[in-house]
T-cell receptor, first 110, second 117 residues
Framework: GQSLEQPSEVTAVEGAIVQINCTYQ??????LSWYQQHDGGAPTFLSY????GLEETGRFSSFLSRSDSYGYLLLQELQMKDSASYFC???????????FGKGTRLSVIA | GAVVSQHPSRVICKSGTSVKIECRSL??????MFWYRQFPKQSLMLMAT?????????EQGVEKDKFLINHASLTLSTLTVTSAHPEDSSFYIC?????????????FGSGTQLSVL
């Protein structure tokens, strides 16, 4: 089976940088993904890391260290609209479904 | 980008009735779709994997006779909650995996909020 750990809540100031960590335990590993979900909405894909290192997409970056079973999502220049829940997710193999962490609720304050 | 359409967005029903939720991939063929359930402020719990033309694969603890899944075409999967009870009230979300270079990205429907009275 798989298990993922991420902080339940994070609060940050508008314009700041915030990092959301995720540690995972899985029998196999087929990459770490991040999804954003606003209240009442559907999750939307943010990023995917299959290899170690940093992936940057605009204000968002994601990092993976497979040897540490650890990754993080970095959000820069925070905006109020970034207030949402962020989920890390992993798969055992290419044919298995995504398993999500419990999510981190990010609140951006003025 | 790829779009997944889910209907209805909200349904209120009496206890004992059945509710059908549809999930459609609008601009791509999805051989595999996934059904998740989510309680308020909690994570997405995988219920089952829906495979086109074959039986769904249910996660441990999910009653297959309670949650009927049909994936009759490459663009449509349905989840029927049979004989719904108040404890079935939840947010149900479908997702589809697009095969090819972007197959690591799941596309989600907008979800269905089910309230059983």
């Amino acid at each position: 089976g798989q298990s993922l750990e991420q902080p339940s809540e994070v609060t940050a100031v508008e314009g700041a940088i915030v990092q959301i960590n995720c540690t995972y335990q899985t029998s196999g590993f087929y990459g770490l993904s991040w999804y954003q979900q606003h209240d009442g909405g559907a999750p939307t894909f943010l990023s995917y890391n299959a290899l170690d290192g940093l992936e940057e997409t605009g204000r968002f970056s994601s990092f993976l260290s497979r040897s540490d079973s650890y990754g993080y999502l970095l959000l820069q220049e925070l905006q109020m609209k970034d207030s949402a829940s962020y989920f890390c997710a992993v798969r055992n193999s290419g044919n298995t479904p995504l398993v999500f962490g419990k999510g981190t609720r990010l609140s951006v304050i003025a | 980008g790829a779009v997944v359409s889910q209907h209805p967005s909200r349904v209120i029903c009496k206890s004992g009735t059945s509710v059908k939720i549809e999930c459609r991939s609008l601009d791509f063929q999805a051989t595999t779709m996934f059904w998740y359930r989510q309680f308020p402020k909690q994570s997405l719990m995988l219920m089952a994997t829906s495979n086109e033309g074959s039986k769904a694969t249910y996660e441990q603890g999910v009653e297959k006779d309670k949650f009927l899944i049909n994936h009759a075409s490459l663009t449509l999967s349905t989840l029927t909650v049979t004989s719904a009870h108040p404890e079935d009230s939840s947010f149900y979300i479908c997702s589809a995996r697009r095969t090819g270079p972007t197959n690591e990205k799941l596309f989600f429907g907008s979800g269905t909020q089910l309230s059983v009275l």
